[in-house]
């Protein structure tokens, strides 16, 4: 059964840290390279925008991010 209880209190929110400055200027044949958070949130940034990229891992374990338009 359930058991319903008060006066419990909720933990607090967690609130991420923004990965990419407030406004990314990346022109057609740009690249930036970083870890996996940070190329999702790029990638992410560019597909509300309307932009087609690219990506690819690197030796180093980084991944490079192009704007292709």
């Known amino acids: 059964m359930l058991k319903i209880e008060k006066g419990i ?3 607090p929110v967690k609130r991420f840290r923004r990965q990419l ?3 990314v200027v990346m022109e057609i ?3 930036a390279a970083g870890d996996k ?3 999702r949130a790029l990638r ?3 597909a509300r925008r309307g932009w087609t990229m690219t990506w690819k891992e690197q ?3 980084t991944i490079r ?3 292709n338009a």
């Open 29 to 31: 044949g740009d690249s």
């Open 44 to 46: 992410s940034y560019g």
């Open 37 to 39: 958070r940070f190329c």
């Open 21 to 23: 400055p407030k406004e």
């Open 65 to 67: 991010v192009w704007r």
């Open 9 to 11: 209190p909720a933990p």
């Open 59 to 61: 030796e180093d374990g």
